[in-house]
């Protein structure tokens, strides 16, 4: 099986690595470039645990292709803070205690994100529909609600 050489930016940072033709993006991530935050739940997309964005477009990063990353800007749970600074999504989790057990919160945070860059002053209700592809089994979701609708306003008044 032939190897690919994949150059891309990632979290700002141009990479390069290589895998084989049928490696998800998500083992690259994990595997190759060591970050871990996404996460696999399902391996089927039904889960959103290892969301990332791909061009800006919110992706299940474990049915993309590695291969598909070539030359396209990848964004995960670790480009969201700045050095030592959490990103105000990451701060609104922790200070409305909108996260358990883990597993489920990167890929949440990175739809999050993904959410208020398209639509800032989201309603509860579109809230809950762009994050029904994320799944929660220790939360529910009234906390990740609350979360996302403070740091939806934290941004609008920065």
């Not at 890929?107 to 639509?119: M, P, Q, T």
Request: aromatic share 4%; hydrophobic share 40%.
């Amino acid at each position: 099986m032939k190897s690919i050489p994949v150059s891309t930016t990632v979290n700002g940072d141009a990479v390069d690595f290589v895998c084989a033709p049928g490696e998800t993006l998500l083992d690259a991530l994990r595997n190759r470039l060591s970050l871990t935050g996404a996460k696999e739940g399902c391996g089927t997309g039904d889960c959103g645990a290892c969301s990332v964005t791909l061009n800006g477009r919110l992706v299940c990063s474990c049915l993309v292709l590695a291969a598909e990353a070539e030359g396209a800007e990848v964004g995960t749970v670790e480009g969201m803070a700045d050095h030592d600074k959490l990103h105000v999504l990451q701060q609104s989790f922790l200070d409305h205690a909108a996260l358990q057990c883990g597993i489920c919160t990167p890929g949440i945070l990175v739809a999050s994100k993904a959410l208020l860059e398209e639509n800032p002053e989201p309603t509860d209700e579109e809230v809950r529909y762009w994050l029904a592809g994320n799944l929660c089994r220790c939360t529910g979701y009234d906390k990740i609600v609350r979360a996302v609708q403070d740091a939806a306003a934290k941004m609008r008044s920065a």
